[in-house]
């Protein structure tokens, strides 16, 4: 199928960008079916990230066969070059249209849209024109929910974030990174982007997501170039999405054994830092999580705590550094 714009653009664009999760994306694709008539014009692009494992074959005949072409465009790509560009690759022809949509609602392949989910979130942020991003409640398959609404990093959560010592993190409750899950809507710092609506403003004023960032924190620095734009985040938990964590990325899934940290990850927490707060308060916070971390291994190893931490941490840590790897952003 064709990634051209169509001839009639959008209210609303919604971007899966599938990378080695075909079987995923088309479960997604099917809880978005009883979705997308609920607001009128809205179009769903698919983009692969040249997974090259069939993928390709597997969506474009789920579209094909399952008769969606009228609201889902598939564009396969010739190279994975990150979350960020994978996701660009569908938002910019959609705002260099004639009539762009309204909104982007960012929605990860590893999910199932609860029904209303994507109604309600278009109709808040109708309600609220101030608001430039907004975030579904992310919940397991029972209705458990997820953290999904955050605060911004600091020397703080960092610090916090290493020692994982529960009198600390009561006294540094104001900082920590996942605050406990709001029952009602609120405002946040940023959201998970696996289900993230964006005003069209709020591209015009900050541009795209960075694709300096290969895979995370390009979702943490898009909402702080929003927030210091004038466009806050909220959190809106009558959005309800599944949401299978680490599926699609293999690094966060919480039901099997911590993998090794991928080297991306450290990068784009460097670059998150020194390109927001400078190289100095990079370093700042790396002395904060190391040393943290440092006491929390010799605590666990003397009170016996199960070791949950990815192999070689430290190790990856002190190596991706900003004094070992520099502050090129």
């Known amino acids: ?69 009228d609201w889902v465009t598939f564009m396969p790509r010739d190279v994975n070059d990150g979350y960020a560009a994978g996701n660009n690759a569908a938002i910019r022809p959609a705002l260099q249209s004639d009539n762009p949509p309204a909104y982007v609602l960012l929605l990860n392949p590893d999910t199932v849209v609860r029904p209303g989910a994507v109604k309600t979130l278009v109709d808040f942020m109708d309600a609220h024109p101030e608001i430039g991003i907004a975030g579904s409640r992310l919940e397991d398959l029972d209705g458990t929910p997820q953290r999904s609404a955050f605060r911004f990093p600091s020397i703080v959560s960092e610090l916090d974030f ?9 006294l540094l409750s104001r900082w920590i990174i996942a605050p406990p899950v709001s029952e009602t809507q609120c405002r946040t710092d940023w959201v998970a982007g696996a289900s993230m609506i964006v005003r069209k403003a709020v591209f015009d004023a900050v541009g795209l997501m960075d694709e300096k960032y290969f895979l995370y924190f390009e979702e943490v620095d898009f909402c702080l170039a929003a927030n210091r734009a004038g466009y806050p985040c909220w959190y809106v938990p009558e959005s309800r999405v599944v949401h299978f964590v680490g599926q699609s990325s293999g690094v966060t899934d919480t039901k099997r054994a911590p993998k090794r940290m991928p080297t991306y990850w450290f990068d784009s927490r460097r670059r998150f830092f020194v390109k927001n707060y ?40 002190l190596l991706n550094s900003v004094l070992v790897k520099g502050v090129e952003i």
Request: charged share 20%; aromatic share 10%.
């Open 162 to 170: 290493g020692f994982r010592f529960g009198f600390l993190t009561k």
């Open 278 to 317: 400078g190289w100095w308060y990079a370093i700042l916070t790396e002395i904060a999580w190391a040393s943290g971390f440092v006491v929390w291994r010799l605590r666990r190893v003397i009170q016996r705590k199960p070791d949950t931490d990815p192999p070689n941490l430290l190790k990856d840590f």
């Open 1 to 69: 199928m064709s990634d051209a714009t169509p001839p009639n653009p959008p209210r609303l664009v919604i971007v899966v960008l599938n990378y080695r999760t075909p079987e995923l994306t088309v479960d997604c694709l099917h809880s978005l079916i009883n979705e997308v008539p609920t607001v009128p014009g809205t179009q769903v692009v698919v983009v692969d990230n040249h997974s090259n494992d069939g993928s390709v074959e597997r969506i474009s005949g789920a579209i094909a066969s399952q008769g969606w072409g």
